[in-house]
């Protein structure tokens, strides 16, 4: 009784067309997680009394370089050979997919260095501020893959298992398409508990000044160690994946988890920053001084 809850997925991922032009529910995904993004980072100025012109500088910079670097990922890692051999399909094709969530954190990382460095802003700012957005966003992302029917998940019995109809030649009984996990939905779910995990951090904490650099550590875990750890149950991507003890996602997630472990080690082995009021009651002379010596080398 429990396997007939199985989900049936035959969702049309085309919104709309405009004669040949297809509006993709996968695009707008990705158009609504870039607007969140800015949305956060316009509240993050005005909550912390920055200007907001700060925000839309951010943004440009943030949202250039997060699809650019998504692009490239794609291309780069997984299609090397053929996208090397004819560089102009990276832009020619994109409408035929082919977005690295990789490639968009190296991308991000770059573009919120050129931000920080022109804006005069500490670099560790910027990264811990991203990881709110990028949590919410990385879960929508994830639905559009869903609405793709891509980055599916192995065969299984469990009751909440989806078959991709689209995924097989039209007219296949839907008795004969295994049920296989929703991977999209369970990365999906985990940047979104990432989210609001960092989001209560910063708003009920203030570790996004009390404790530079945590919040982007805590990020990196939440979004690489999930999607580390789901890849086991995932299909492969590309064929020359098969065989691999780990595949090409979970290769190029082990420096963002390493990375996000030393950041956090970091924020947690020095003192915590005083903020407002409350720095005037609990901050040192000696201690402020080493405050500032933090700033600047952040």
């Known amino acids: 009784m429990i396997k007939n809850l199985v989900i049936v997925w035959d969702f049309d991922p085309v919104m709309f067309s405009l004669g040949s032009l297809e509006i993709r529910y996968y695009g707008l995904m990705w158009a609504l997680a870039l607007l969140l993004g800015g949305w956060f980072f316009g509240n993050f100025c005005k909550r912390e009394g920055l200007k907001?012109?700060?925000?839309?500088?951010?943004?440009?910079?943030g949202a250039l370089a997060t699809v650019i670097g998504a692009r490239l990922g794609h291309c780069l890692?997984?299609?090397?050979?053929y996208y090397l051999s004819q560089?102009?399909?990276?832009?020619?094709?994109i409408r035929n997919g082919g977005m690295a969530s990789h490639g968009a954190a190296i991308g991000l990382l770059i573009g919120l260095w050129l931000f920080s460095r022109k804006n005069k802003m500490p670099y560790?700012?910027?990264?811990?501020?991203?990881?709110?957005?990028?949590?919410?966003?990385?879960?929508i992302v994830r639905l559009g893959n869903l609405f793709?029917?891509?980055?599916?998940?192995?065969?299984?019995?469990?009751?909440?298992?989806?078959?991709?109809?689209?995924?097989?030649?039209?007219?296949?009984?839907?008795e004969a398409i295994p049920a296989q996990h929703p991977t999209q939905l369970y990365e999906a779910l985990c940047y979104f508990v990432t989210f609001l995990l960092l989001a209560y951090l910063y708003y009920a904490k203030d570790l996004g000044r009390r404790r530079p650099g945590l919040l982007f550590g805590i990020g990196l875990q939440g979004i690489f160690l999930t999607r580390f750890c789901i890849e086991f149950i995932k299909l492969e991507q590309e064929a020359f994946e098969k065989g691999m003890i780990l595949d090409m996602g979970q290769i190029l997630s082990i420096p963002f988890i390493l990375l996000g472990f030393y950041i956090i080690w970091r924020a947690l082995a020095k003192p915590a920053v005083g903020v407002g009021n409350n720095a005037k009651a609990t901050s040192t002379p000696k201690a402020e001084k080493s405050n500032k010596k933090r700033k600047i080398k952040w």
């Open 52 to 61: 907001s012109e700060l925000a839309d500088s951010i943004f440009i910079y």
């Open 77 to 81: 890692f997984y299609e090397p050979g």
């Open 87 to 93: 560089p102009w399909t990276i832009i020619t094709e």
């Open 124 to 139: 560790i700012w910027s990264l811990d501020r991203i990881m709110i957005p990028v949590g919410i966003g990385g879960a």
């Open 148 to 174: 793709n029917s891509e980055i599916i998940g192995c065969a299984t019995d469990a009751p909440w298992a989806f078959k991709f109809v689209r995924l097989f030649p039209a007219g296949t009984p839907v």
